[in-house]
């Protein structure tokens, strides 16, 4: 495995495969499985989850990872190419790459979306301008559009629950919050309940439309695997009968990258904060997911994430277990 | 071992067996005792010492940890229950402890007093409210009002040192410091000396008492190992033969939570800072223990630091020893 | 081996089985050389390379490692001897320093220099003084007038490519950079190459001369080994037939510890950016050397860095390497 960048560069088989061996890993743990093998990682945005649950997955499997992020170098790194460095940074991201990437087996890479404009974060610009500059192979560990660990973890979570593939509701709803979020989350969360041949409903206002391009590769993905993918506005028609609810802010995308015109929008939906009533009509055994961190009170109430409905705890476990699989797949001999 | 948060849960019979197993791991070094294991280790407060030590035992049996503080998370960790998160703060406790105790075996959790109430900080409430949301066995880092892996380092610090427990004369003297710290070392240290069996003199002035149950809960383990436990504001009498001294300083009780009440009573005694005329009528042999970090010319003059009565380096060095034996017992098989 | 803290303290013969070492550990690892052994790290200055780089040789050989930092203390960490602690920092560095290496086999410190006296930075005042501290071995991981690590990286990146040692011609060239920079890789690079053997050139605009006394000890160094060592301003005359240039800037001598009149100085330097003109009379195959971080378009020219003239990645790769030898003698068996 040289890239762990997307969900879909692997099949349904080998995504089973790999959860299988997460979930071996879990039961027959292999303290030697990477024995002195080093994962770099390289946070270029803040995180709290997955540093820790890549620092974990490799010292389960008996190697090691060390952590950078742009505040340990001098002033910080530069990324604009071409640039005359006269300023404040002392080190481009041209240099810093390379190296930190030379001192692993494999890196980790996090950014973040620029969020300028919508089309340059679907095309992934910034991400692949980063992993273009790596020999390793890398995960990607969050990136404009995608969060394959995060995604490779749901469906594990989903398999854990007994959720069906085929037949099996998905919603995936957006949900208020003070800030515009990156569409990094839901666009890989919308992929991989349709991949996994889910009937998913994206379930959103009327602005925070997923991309065009997005919802026809997962309607691809669903229809490969039996599934199907639509949106809608509607809360009570979008939970009928849903088995799963996957919670989750992200900005407008009509106002993409424009934060005044996002917020005046997302304002008038500060009411989709998901609360017990969302479940009136889904199935009983409806549960609630989020890839935390969560806004309590605002995208979801504490009745929901304390009560049995909530499996955000086990999913964010299954985080680390995921990432051992494609550790030890990447990695091990 | 379920939880290591209060030496006063541990028979001097169990005791002794850690300090024993202590001994054993620094003579006899055991790198493959807890393979693939990892500690998390949780700092809602500042550390070095800890922070230091505890990597380094997990290191030396095989296993590795991750640290997280609340700065790593997107705008800190909210703690407060109930509330409507709109404000900075992008994650909740009570996810935040579940999940990075969920990639552990074990976790270790500091979180000093708030020291707004003393009652709600004799009872935890705080500590309580982190260790309530933990499944995994944890480790008290440092809590309101006790520091146990400090405790078993000084214990066994004063068995290094051939410091006898029934009729070793043991002084806790208060010192002066800018700031009004903390009552977890010194409460601990008490109750530590007591349960050693020692005759344990509080030496403070006045204002500075230690909680009255607190005394009561360190006379009955006194008593129960044949020691003492009594408190004077008169240095000469509480230095009589002494066998250790250990200075630290604290808030005044009087004043708890009152900042500028607490710093007029503490501004009198300034002169606080043990020097080696308060050896006089001590033992020859008489020791100077700190848990540190220690404010030099302040808490202690140089002399004593420098001199040969000053054991705080050793000291410091058997909370490594102490932890490690923590560790394999909680997480050896 | 006790301490790793200058090139000088070890013969060519020395220098050439730790390459030799390294190269070895590359080709065949050995991830249980130093099965539970504790590297400490204290980094008084920032770093990236060294930080990532000594993490992940420790790991590589089946140790680990923790990192301290002042910021990780409460309020810092104070270092002037003899000073009543009132203010801010509540440690000092004479208890943090033996506690830090107590908890490893040893202990790598990296501490610029003051830049106030060049007679108390070449005496490396400071960086004694910590290292007196500790009991342990310890490496140098860069002080005022030292860097070691990097030393031992660039020996065997020119080994690497074949550049002869006896009449291998070196190119060590100042370069504009907007501030102020210490002198110790200069300095240590300057006796670096003297060592190996080579013929080097230090080239620098007038006020930017080393320190004669560095000079004396590398021209010296140089004839213990066949090699030669000369300064001079003239980049034509230095670059004939060069086989390395090496590109770095530094403060100026002539103003040290004068920030303004440094700036001044090196103002009227802003034209020395290494770009392929530079070339114009070495070798074909002049090879450029950096030990990063690096200024781009102000050091050096990005058609030099993306071009292959550049070994700036392998180079930094190399300090892994060399530092996994280097722990590899100190630690192993």
């Known amino acids: 495995m040289k890239a762990f960048n997307d969900l879909a560069d692997f ?20 303290p030697e499985a990477l024995k002195g093998k080093v994962l770099s990682l390289l946070f270029l ?50 240099e810093a790459i390379p190296v930190i ?22 095309q992934e610009k910034e991400f692949r301008a980063l992993t273009d500059l790596v020999d390793t192979p890398y995960i990607n560990m969050e990136s ?25 509701k998905f919603v995936l709803s957006w949900a208020y919050h003070p800030r515009p979020l ?40 669903a229809e490969a695997s039996g599934g199907s993918v639509r949106e809608t506005a509607q809360r009570t028609e979008a939970m009928e009968g849903a088995h799963i609810i996957y919670a989750k802010s992200w900005s407008s995308t009509r106002h993409y990258g424009d934060k005044l015109a996002d917020e005046k929008l997302r304002e008038q939906h500060i009411d989709w904060c998901v609360d017990e009533p969302w479940f009136a009509n889904a199935k009983d055994e409806c549960r609630f997911m989020h890839c935390l961190p969560v806004r309590r009170g605002v995208v979801v109430a504490d009745e929901i994430l304390d009560g049995p409905r909530s499996v955000v705890i086990p999913e964010a476990r299954n985080r680390m277990l995921a990432q051992m699989a494609v550790l030890h797949q990447m990695l091990g001999n």
Chains 1, 2, 3 share one sequence.
């Not at 404009?144 to 099996?168: E, F, Y």
């Open 11 to 30: 099949s349904n088989e080998e995504i089973a495969s790999l959860i299988a061996l997460a979930d071996r890993l879990d039961k027959n743990p292999e």
């Open 45 to 94: 945005s803040p995180s709290l989850r997955t540093l820790a649950s890549f620092q974990a997955a490799m010292t389960r499997l008996g190697g090691g990872s060390f952590v950078i992020s742009p505040e340990m170098s001098i002033h910080g790194i530069e990324s604009r190419p071409g640039i005359v460095m006269d300023g404040a940074a002392a080190e481009h991201i041209r």
């Open 101 to 122: 990437a030379s001192y692993g087996d494999a890196i980790g890479i996090r950014a973040f979306a620029e969020r300028k404009s919508l089309e340059a974060d679907m």
């Open 144 to 168: 404009a559009m995608n969060h394959p660990c995060q995604s490779l973890a749901d469906w594990k979570t989903m398999n854990d629950l007994s959720v069906p593939a085929n037949g099996g």
């Open 182 to 221: 990156p569409l990094a989350v839901p666009t890989a969360t919308l992929h991989m309940a349709a991949k996994r041949g889910m009937d998913v409903t994206v379930l959103r206002p009327e602005g925070f439309e997923l991309p065009e391009a997005l919802m026809q590769k997962a309607a691809a993905a």
